[in-house]
């Protein structure tokens, strides 16, 4: 099956600055990245998306870029503030439809 | 729309004992989904389906049961519960793989085996 990497585990920043993470995938024949954010005790809210034929997609603050060559993927998050701390989560889609997670990155931005 | 709904949000069990973690939604998609987190953890994939009669395992299957008569509803059996499976437990739903392919999650339920 599909194995989805996640670095860091933590990340933390000063509120204004940019946060990256980073995500890795094993199969090839995936094609759709979603990114989810999770708040305290709620369930994971799509963030963004991008699809294997795009390389990068932007939605305002947020950011996506995807390398199917290597296999990587990365949620970028400019100008941080403080309502952006929570647990962001990568997935990859594969052929079959079944969505598989990274372990998750806990962001915390400093006021 | 009410998306995807859940039952029970919390539930405590004995060793042994069983229940049925209850998802239904509203809008119409084939493919549904069920995952556990454990805390601080990402999300496992437990078991899926493509549509009404047709599941498949996922990553974490052992010790439940799923089935799936109806395109809306999609029940997560556990037979006898143990420890191990205290988690979150997350039903979520997409359309198609090609359309509408967005996975969207019910608010979970949060089990606990003692």
């Known amino acids: 099956g599909e194995n989805v990497e996640q670095h860091p585990s933590t990340l933390s920043v000063q509120e204004g600055d940019s946060a990256v993470i980073k995500c890795t995938y094993s199969d090839s024949a995936s094609n759709y990245f979603p990114w989810y954010k999770q708040e305290l005790g709620k369930r994971p809210q799509l963030i963004i998306d991008i699809r294997s034929n795009v390389g990068e997609k932007k939605d305002q603050r947020i950011a996506v870029t995807l390398n199917k060559t290597a296999k990587h993927f990365s949620l970028h998050i400019t100008e941080t503030q403080p309502e952006d701390s929570a647990v962001y989560f990568c997935a990859a889609r594969n052929n079959f439809n079944k969505f598989y997670f990274g372990s998750g990155t806990k962001l915390n931005v400093k006021p | 729309n009410a998306g995807v709904t859940q039952t029970p949000k919390f539930r405590i069990l004995k060793i042994g004992q069983s229940m049925t973690l209850q998802c239904t939604q509203d809008m119409n998609h084939n493919y549904m989904y069920w995952y556990r987190q454990d805390p601080g953890m990402g999300l496992k994939l437990i078991y899926y389906?493509?549509?009404?009669?047709?599941?498949d395992k996922g990553e974490v299957p052992n010790g439940y049961n799923v089935s799936r008569s109806t395109t809306e509803d999609f029940p997560l059996r556990l037979e006898l519960a143990a420890p191990s499976q205290t988690s979150v437990y997350f039903c979520?739903?997409?359309?198609?793989?090609?359309?509408?392919?967005?996975?969207?999650f019910g608010s979970g339920t949060q089990l606990s085996v003692l």
């Open positions: 979520a739903s997409s359309y198609s793989k090609r359309v509408n392919e967005k996975l969207f």
């Open positions: 389906s493509v549509g009404a009669g047709i599941t």
